[in-house]
């Protein structure tokens, strides 16, 4: 049994401390060093728990608890331990406290790669579970606010699990500062939790108790088993109703988000529509005390504001297509020409510069490059108007990086304005 966490103080946010565990703790049982462990300790799984309390001194407390299922003795175990029932015990616990302290070891590795701060004395902990109840218990519990020990005795008594936090939002004096600090807390949480499964059961492990779906494979791993940190979600066919963001905020912010929840497990799929009728009338209710829009407005707004949106993006759509139709023809019309670019204006040096380098590249490779200039000089002198120096044309040819070059053996003509070079140089990079 293995509990992993990080330090954290009372500003960090319950996303940022989630994530920051989930993924180190996902990744130090990922790739060749983890199939090496699980081969060295004979580990068959993992079993993972995920937990969440807020302390009054430093804040969010999310951490995850871990079931690590190690294989029974080996032949050798056998062997060395005589074939004595106590021994074999212990040397199975003893491998058991290996692979722990293994994974401890991996996990605070990663905590360290991501530029955060753990340590095995504080941020880890694992013992060996010598009940099969306690262990299914101790995984399981959820965010009910046990310490990992051997003794299962209960953690800081100032910890509040997400019910405490939800019932302290929602009782009381709702102007007291204790009341608005729990619902904001309480907002958080609901944030940051959606899709988090409180037990999961590693795809490896999974497979060899014949239970779950099929092995999935990670491509990250190559190919070794890992379990899925987040929840699946229901199939779109099983949904049965849905609630508009801008609503559900506002039934959030008076207190009937927890009303229209018990409506809706009541009267079940059938009774949705109701349940939202009757919350709107609710919020209707609190919307005239505070001098608010009432929930039909609400709501011929948001439909109008998705309209507007639908307008606009219709009409950015039309107006993209228009324009790169007409880049294509003044394209064309600029190849028929003379390869010239369409946009360049009489006494434009630098845009005239860069075309006279550019021609100048092609001769690069050949004897008598220099003899080439005039010819460049004086036909951009007779088309734009503007009479370029050697000098400035040898500058403009020796400025362009390699991956204009590339840009100019594909597409030939096409001469690119200082804003396009910089943009398509910042994407070589």
Known sequence: MVALTAYHGKSTSLAALKTLIQQASSKSRKGRAWRDACREYGILGVVVGQEVELGEKHGWHYHQHLAVVIDGPTDAEYEASEYDDARLEEMIQDRGFAAGRWLEEAYVAQIHKSGCVA????????????????????????????????????????????????????????????????????????????????????????????????????????????????????????????????????????????????????????????????????????????????????????????????????????????????????????IKQGGHRWDIKNGDAASVAMIAGERLRRHESAVGQRSSMKPIIDDLAATYGVRLTETEVLNAAGSATDFMRDFEQMFEGRWLSEEEAAAIDALAA
């Open 119 to 334: 340590s095995r004395r504080n941020s880890c902990k694992t013992h060996v579970a010598h009940d099969a109840e306690k262990a299914a218990g101790y995984t399981t519990k959820g965010s009910m606010s046990w310490r990992i020990d051997d003794d299962g005795d209960k953690g800081d008594a100032d910890a509040l699990t997400p019910w405490d936090i939800a019932l302290e939002a929602a009782d009381g004096d709702q102007t007291a500062p204790r009341t608005k600090y729990m619902f904001a807390k309480w907002s958080e949480y609901q944030e940051a939790m959606p899709g988090t499964r409180s037990c999961v059961v590693s795809a490896s492990l999974a497979k060899k108790l014949g239970i779950g779906p099929d092995t999935q494979r990670d491509a990250e791993d190559g190919g070794f088993e890992s379990e899925p940190e987040e929840q699946q979600h229901h199939e779109r066919g099983q949904v049965i109703g849905t609630v508009k963001a801008a609503v559900w905020s506002r039934w959030m912010n008076y207190r009937l988000a927890s009303t229209f929840l018990r409506r809706v497990e009541w009267g079940g799929a059938g009774g949705f529509s109701e349940a939202v009728r009757e919350t709107e009338a609710d919020s209707d209710i609190i919307a005239a005390k505070r001098n608010e829009e009432a929930s039909a407005t609400l709501n011929e707004r948001l439909r109008a504001e998705a309209e507007e949106a639908m307008r606009r993006m219709i009409q950015l759509d039309q107006r993209d297509k228009a324009e790169r139709r007409e880049d294509v023809a003044r394209y064309e019309r600029a």
